[in-house]
Structure formats: C-alpha cells, structure tokens
C-alpha cells in the first residue's frame, strides 16, 4: 500500500536549521510531484514547497524562500526539506504529499518546533 513516512522532525533554536525526509513507497514515486506542507498550532495547512520529476524545478512559498530547499532522489524514493535559519513561526507539524492529477498521498507529519 502507499506509505509517505516524514522524519527529522525536532526542537531547534532560532537561527538553526533542520533537515526532513519522506520515504515514499507503494507508488511509482518518479511519476508525482513532491510537495512539502505544514500546520502551525491553529492555523490551517500550508503549502511550503514543490518539487517536480524528472526535472527537479522547484517552487517555495515566499514565507520559506531562500531558507528552505526541497530535494528529491528518484532511486530511492526520498525526497528531503533541508531548512535554515529556522524562526519561531516555522514551528509546525511538517507533511510530506505525492500528487499525480486525481492521485494524493499524505505522510503522518513530523513535528518541527523552533524555540529557545
């Protein structure tokens, strides 16, 4: 079955920075674009960045841009958020998503939090 599996996910101070990867099986992943989103505590889901295949192209919220950079390894199924210089308001439980037209696959989230 399909599985996204987000990890990385920790307690950071400001100005730190943090690495997320998703593990992705049970679709073939090269075919789906890649996306990170995330949830601060009462606020709605928020799209945070895109990566195509096979090209790589890349697209980034302007809340993240310029701090964050979306990878992906179409041989092992992963696809990584390397973060940096981390603020307070990047605190958020972070999803991993595959979309292909109709198709979208959701990981269970890892937990960033951004504090002193």
């Known amino acids: 079955q399909v599985q996204l599996v987000e990890s990385g996910g920790d307690l950071v101070q400001p100005g730190g920075s943090l690495r997320l990867s998703c593990s992705a099986s049970?679709?073939?992943?090269?075919?789906?674009?890649m996306s990170w989103y995330r949830r601060a505590p009462g606020k709605e889901r928020e799209w945070v960045a895109d990566?195509?295949?096979?090209?790589?192209?890349?697209a980034y919220a302007d809340s993240v841009k310029g701090r964050f950079t979306s990878s992906r390894d179409n041989t092992k199924n992963t696809v990584t958020l390397q973060m940096h210089s981390l603020k307070p308001e990047d605190t958020a439980v972070y999803y991993c998503?595959?979309?292909?037209?109709?198709?979208?696959?959701w990981g269970q989230g890892t937990q960033v939090t951004v504090s002193t």
């Open positions: 990566i195509s295949s096979p090209s790589g192209s890349t």
């Open positions: 049970g679709f073939t992943f090269k075919d789906y674009i």
């Open positions: 998503n595959a979309y292909r037209g109709k198709s979208s696959y």
